[in-house]
Structures are given as structure tokens and as C-alpha cells.
């Protein structure tokens, strides 16, 4: 989900490719093999461009509330290996210029 002030939205593309101008919150649900209980992860990433503020931060830890966990806070090139893992082995970010957002530049992370 895209994180912006009090309002977070559900990505439609490209779930494996992040901007670094964007805070996302990313929700993992498994059920746990051993106790039959389901177990919940959310990262909250936040790239090199962005800039979080006081409304992304309470969104996120309302997001976190909600699904009962802790909120894990991840910074663009830091990424844990649970996180990649969990977008299918693979994470692409990419750089948008401000003069013309159809000149990307891709910068890719690979995950085991």
C-alpha cells in the first residue's frame, strides 16, 4: 500500500518495483505451520527521497495496530531479506527525475 499523509492506497502495478520517492507499507499474513496461528509482518519502507511526517508516521502505526503486530521500519537499500523474499525473490526501485517522469533510471536489489 502506498502511504501518503493519513491515507494509505492498494498498489494496482509493478508491486515488485518501489520509487524512491514513495513510504509503502507492506502487509505479510502467513499461517504458522507449528501453531495453526496466523502470523503478520508489516514493513513500512520509505525511499532515499521520501520524506515521512507525522501523518504517514500514525497511518503506519495505525496499520500496525490493526493487523496486531509491531511496525518494522525499513529504509530504500536496507531492505531484509523476509521482505524481498516475501515480493517473490526480486525488488526493483527506481529514481524518477522531476523534469520528465519518463526517464527512469532502474537501480535493482536481488533477494534469496
Same mark, same amino acid.
Given at each position: /500500500?502506498?502511504?501518503?499523509?493519513?491515507?494509505? /492506497? #492498494?498498489? *494496482?502495478?509493478?508491486?515488485?518495483?518501489?520509487?524512491?520517492?514513495?513510504?509503502?507499507?507492506?502487509?505479510?499474513?502467513? $499461517?504458522?505451520?507449528?501453531?495453526?496461528?496466523?502470523?503478520?509482518?508489516?514493513?513500512?519502507?520509505?525511499?532515499?527521497?521520501?520524506?515521512?511526517?507525522?501523518?504517514?508516521?500514525? *497511518?503506519?502505526?495505525? /496499520?500496525?495496530?490493526?493487523?496486531?503486530? $509491531?511496525?518494522?521500519?525499513?529504509?530504500? #537499500?536496507?531492505?531484509?531479506?523476509?521482505?524481498?523474499?516475501?515480493? #517473490?525473490?526480486?525488488?526493483?526501485?527506481?529514481?524518477?527525475?522531476? $523534469?520528465?517522469?519518463?526517464?527512469?533510471?532502474?537501480?535493482?536489489?536481488?533477494?534469496?
Amino acid at each position: /500500500m502506498s502511504v501518503t499523509g493519513a491515507a494509505a /492506497m #492498494g498498489l *494496482k502495478n509493478d508491486t515488485n518495483a518501489f520509487y524512491d520517492s514513495e513510504i509503502l507499507a507492506i502487509v505479510r499474513r502467513v $499461517k504458522s505451520k507449528s501453531s495453526g496461528l496466523v502470523e503478520t509482518t508489516l514493513w513500512g519502507w520509505q525511499g532515499r527521497r521520501s520524506q515521512i511526517g507525522e501523518r504517514e508516521q500514525r *497511518k503506519l502505526k495505525d /496499520m500496525a495496530r490493526h493487523y496486531g503486530t $509491531k511496525l518494522c521500519p525499513v529504509q530504500q #537499500g536496507c531492505e531484509p531479506p523476509e521482505l524481498v523474499h516475501t515480493l #517473490g525473490g526480486w525488488l526493483a526501485t527506481r529514481q524518477v527525475r522531476l $523534469k520528465n517522469v519518463y526517464d527512469d533510471a532502474f537501480f535493482f536489489m536481488t533477494g534469496q
